[in-house]
Nanobody, 122 residues
Framework: QVQLVESGGGLVQAGGSLRLSCAVS????????MGWFRQAPGKEREFVAV???????TYVDSVKGRFTISRDNAKNTVYLQMNSLKPEDTAVYYC????????????????WGQGTQVTVSS
């Protein structure tokens, strides 16, 4: 049974930092590209970042220089370090897995977590 469990969300003031974690089980983690997506109220789910099997990260322009995606294959965990948070970063953040190839399209990802809420106050 594949499970992706996010943690680390919460309420933070603008300019603050949070570190999201996604613990993965039930699949061969090292064979999967892992992504982070987010969905704000009334908006569609959007791509945030993806990390390839070998650790190369790709980001949406709005988070470049502020967010860092990383993975620990020994712990089957993917992280999203979020710095200099802005109110517009407020959303439910989801991690997702896609076998082999990293993409930015949520439709390519077959495994999803339940999400963790991030709220940034101004």
């Amino acid at each position: 049974q594949v499970q992706l469990v996010e943690s680390g969300g919460g309420l933070v003031q603008a300019g603050g930092s949070l570190r999201l974690s996604c613990a993965v089980s039930g699949l061969t983690f090292s064979s999967y590209a892992m992504g982070w997506f987010r969905q704000a109220p009334g908006k569609e789910r959007e791509f945030v970042a993806v990390i390839s099997r070998i650790g190369a990260g790709t980001y949406v322009d709005s988070v470049k220089g502020r967010f860092t995606i990383s993975r620990d294959n020994a712990k089957n965990t993917v992280y999203l370090q979020m710095n200099s948070l802005k109110p517009e970063d407020t959303a439910v953040y989801y991690c997702a897995g896609r076998i082999w190839v990293a993409t930015m399209d949520s439709r390519d990802f077959s495994s999803w977590g339940q999400g963790t809420q991030v709220t940034v106050s101004s």
